[in-house]
């Protein structure tokens, strides 16, 4: 095993790859670390924190042992670029907190209502407040939403109106609110005959 590790091909092609592997583990915990810390998550915040400086510790310690090496610097240079690209990709499939959905309506548009209703029906809270903007009088709908549910919301809006006006802001907690009910997981359905057949071509083959 020392040998192996002293070897060329550790030290310029297996050790990079660990390395590379390392600082893509630790950035992406480092970028999902800050998400949780900015929604003031007590918990996982810390938990990840330790992790990731576990790693960052076991991969830095590597390129001050092997400072000769240039590969080990372009590993550890690309391991973060993509750890960053993994991190967003994670905090996007998360999908956690809340949204602040701010639609600008202008009161003249026949599909104010229509806009309102879809969203309501839909399962969203909805709030309409009356104003006055640049091109006239204006209807703005505010709507907090869960961060899951965006992609649905902004599918309603757009098919409603394309045109229409709308800006999205993260919020850091919500208390109460109405949001859409989760759809429950679709399981197989098998009826009784089918369920008799199984069992009874089970004990035929058992025969």
């Not at 959905?101 to 599909?111: A, D, G, S, T, Y």
């Not at 869960?146 to 919301?153: F, I, N, P, T």
Request: hydrophobic share 50%; net charge positive; glycine share 8%.
């Amino acid at each position: 095993m020392a040998d192996f590790m002293s070897s060329d091909l550790f030290s310029w092609v297996v050790l990079p790859i660990l390395i590379i592997l390392a600082r893509m583990m630790d950035v992406t915990l480092g970028t999902i670390r800050i998400i949780f810390v900015s929604r003031g998550n007590r918990l996982a915040a810390p938990i990840l924190g330790f992790f990731e400086v576990f790693i960052w510790i076991v991969a830095i310690s590597q390129i001050m042992q092997n400072l000769n090496n240039p590969l080990c610097y372009v590993a550890y240079a690309l391991g973060f670029a993509i750890g960053n690209y993994l991190g967003i990709m994670a905090e996007e499939k998360l999908a956690i907190g809340y949204l602040v959905l701010r639609i600008f309506v202008i009161k003249e548009n026949p599909e104010k209502e229509t806009l309102m209703e879809k969203l309501i029906e839909a399962g969203f809270g909805v709030t309409a407040v009356e104003g006055r903007g640049a091109t006239g009088e204006v209807t703005l709908l505010f709507s907090l939403i869960r961060r899951k549910d965006l992609d649905e919301a902004v599918s309603i809006i757009e098919q409603a109106d394309s045109k229409v006006f709308y800006s999205i802001e993260s919020a850091k907690a919500a208390h109460a609110g109405i949001f859409p009910e989760k759809k429950p997981r679709r399981t197989p359905f098998i009826n009784n005959v089918d369920l008799r057949r199984k069992i009874t071509g089970g004990f035929r083959n058992r025969k």
